[in-house]
């Protein structure tokens, strides 16, 4: 097969949104011709082309407006990157709308076979944005609608999105859900340093569907009964979550940590958290960093949101809270404080199944056999 992978996402270094991208293109590398072209703003990290891992990449400046008249120039390395002897992919990362429903109708007019990954349901989103990215998302909505109109097949991350997805394919065509991938899961960890202080973890984004809040105020109380207890943070975090912090000695923020640091910073952590609160945006997606803290075999505690349950059991896998339950979310750190000599279990076993379930090898055979499978209908001898 021949794959192109048209995002918004930086590429090779970024958020969830490009490892996700990342870890498909690398594995349909092995057996396929896969390059990636970025739609988007740079985040600085990242050179405007170049190869990692076989996978070709291209980087092109556009802002929201642009993003929408730049099609010519999109539709020319589409054209460029069609391979007449190959089954060729057009992969558009995140559903169908405003800024690439013609990169779909082109690449279908041309031949290629059009997929979406879905990995949220803005439809749902009820965080304040600005007036631009508010407009796009209701925008949007109509081309959910019709997601199926122009695309083969549909891939999605959670259950409740395969569910809405299914309900608008009256059609049938190919849907699968291909849950979260951690890269990590291979990563050799190196010894943990035994530390006085008990130290709890979160690296992430803070939103609010993140529950990052709620998360301050339980440790807040747990730590005035356990002094040794530390709460790290990193990540780009708000001036509202700095007030919160700024008076509690035991709460340390360690900023952004670079790429090539990340994975060994968050093995760090005693216990990992995952805080996602009961919102119909948070359950409708699935928390990308909850693979990679299983990854690392350490105690995790999360919140049951989405699909959490579903893959993973309390007290034996993780440590689960109540979401948007301070009370609850103080239950499972003392839980953890308490048994702390004890829990390690529970970090093998969460490690056990993401090897299971967020494998990177065993989601990316998923991709490549539905992509597949687009093909099992087509006469035409191609590879």
């Known amino acids: 097969m021949n794959v192109i992978f048209v995002s918004n996402q930086p590429f ?19 057996k396929n011709d896969v390059s990636v072209l970025v739609v988007g703003k740079n985040n600085g990290q990242n050179n405007s082309s170049g190869l990692k891992n076989k996978v070709k990449f291209n980087f092109f400046y556009f802002n929201r407006i642009q993003n929408i008249f730049g099609y010519l120039k999109i539709k020319k390395l589409i054209t460029e990157n069609y391979k007449t002897e190959k089954k060729n992919v057009l992969y558009l990362y995140d559903g169908i709308g ?6 779909a109708k082109y690449g279908k007019k041309i031949g290629f076979k059009v997929v979406t990954d879905i990995v949220e349901d803005y439809s749902m989103h009820t965080e304040r944005t600005g007036f631009l990215l508010t407009l796009l998302h209701n925008v949007n909505r109509y081309f959910e609608k019709r997601t199926f109109q122009f695309t083969d097949g549909v891939i999605v991350l959670s259950t409740r999105l395969f569910l809405k997805l299914n309900a608008l394919n009256p059609k049938n065509k190919p849907l699968v859900l291909i849950p979260v991938s951690a890269e990590n899961l291979f990563f050799n960890y190196s010894d943990k340093k035994e530390e006085v202080a008990f130290n709890f973890l979160y690296s992430g984004s803070y939103g609010v569907k993140d529950g990052v809040d709620l998360l301050i105020e339980a440790f807040n109380k747990v730590s005035t009964s356990f002094n040794e207890s530390k709460l790290i943070l990193a990540g780009n975090i708000t001036r509202e979550i700095k007030e919160k912090i700024r008076l509690n000695p035991a709460i340390i923020y360690k900023g952004l ?3 090539n ?21 948070a359950n409708s997606g699935f928390p990308f960093k909850l693979g ?23 007290k034996e896998d993780v440590i689960l809270a109540e979401p948007s339950n301070v009370g609850s979310l103080i239950s499972a750190m003392e839980f953890v404080i308490n048994n702390r000599n004890n829990i390690s279990s529970i970090g ?21 056999v539905f992509l597949t499978q687009l093909f099992k209908n087509d006469t035409a001898i191609a590879k």
Request: glycine share 6%.
């Open 257 to 259: 940590i670079p790429d």
């Open 98 to 103: 405003l800024t690439n429903f013609l990169y």
């Open 12 to 30: 090779p270094f970024g958020m969830a949104g490009s490892k996700r991208i990342r870890l498909f293109a690398e594995y349909l590398s092995i």
């Open 348 to 368: 093998a076993n969460g490690r056990k199944r993401c090897a299971q379930f967020f494998n990177p090898r065993i989601n990316g055979e998923k991709l490549e």
């Open 292 to 314: 990679e803290y299983l990854a690392t075999g350490n105690p995790v505690i999360a919140t049951k949101v989405s699909d959490v349950e579903t893959y993973l059991k309390d």
């Open 261 to 281: 640091n990340y994975y060994e910073f968050i093995s760090s952590g005693n216990v990992l958290l995952m805080t996602r609160i009961n919102s119909e945006y």
